[in-house]
Nanobody, 117 residues
Framework: QVQPVESGGGLVQAGGSLRLSCTVS????????MGWYRQAPGKQRELVAN???????NYADSVKGRFTISGDNAKNTVYLQMNSLKPEDTAVYYC???????????WGQGTQVTVSS
C-alpha cells in the first residue's frame, strides 16, 4: 500500500521555524508531484506548496518568501522548511503524492502545526 508518512509538526511561537518531512513507502514509482496541503479548523484544505520531478515549485501566496519546499525524487521524499511562522499557519499539514502513470493521488495522515502568538 502506498503511504506517505509525515513528521516534524509541533508547537512553536510566532516567528519561529519548523521543518516538515514526508517519505512515501510501498511503491517503486517516483513522484511526478509531491506537495503539502493544510487544513485549519472550519476551513477547506488548501495547497501550501508542491514540487515536480523536474524541481519546479509552486507556493501559495500566503507562504511565499517564508516557506521553502525541497524534494528528493529518487527517495520519494519531500521537505517543507517553514520560517517566520504566524498564528494563521496553524493547521494540520498533509503530504500529497502523485504518480500520473499509476493514477496515484495519495495522502498522508497529517501532522499538526500550531503557532502561538
Amino acid at each position: 500500500q502506498v503511504q506517505p508518512v509525515e513528521s516534524g509538526g509541533g508547537l512553536v511561537q510566532a516567528g519561529g521555524s519548523l521543518r516538515l518531512s514526508c517519505t512515501v513507502s510501498g511503491t517503486i514509482y517516483r513522484f511526478n508531484v509531491m506537495g503539502w496541503y493544510r487544513q485549519a479548523p472550519g476551513k477547506q484544505r488548501e495547497l501550501v506548496a508542491n514540487i515536480t520531478s523536474g524541481d519546479n515549485t509552486n507556493y501559495a501566496d500566503s507562504v511565499k518568501g517564508r516557506f521553502t519546499i525541497s524534494g528528493d525524487n529518487a527517495k520519494n521524499t519531500v521537505y517543507l522548511q517553514m520560517n517566520s511562522l504566524k498564528p494563521e499557519d496553524t493547521a494540520v499539514y498533509y503530504c500529497n503524492f502523485v504518480v500520473y502513470a499509476r493514477k496515484y493521488n495519495c495522502w498522508g495522515q497529517g501532522t499538526q502545526v500550531t503557532v502561538s502568538s
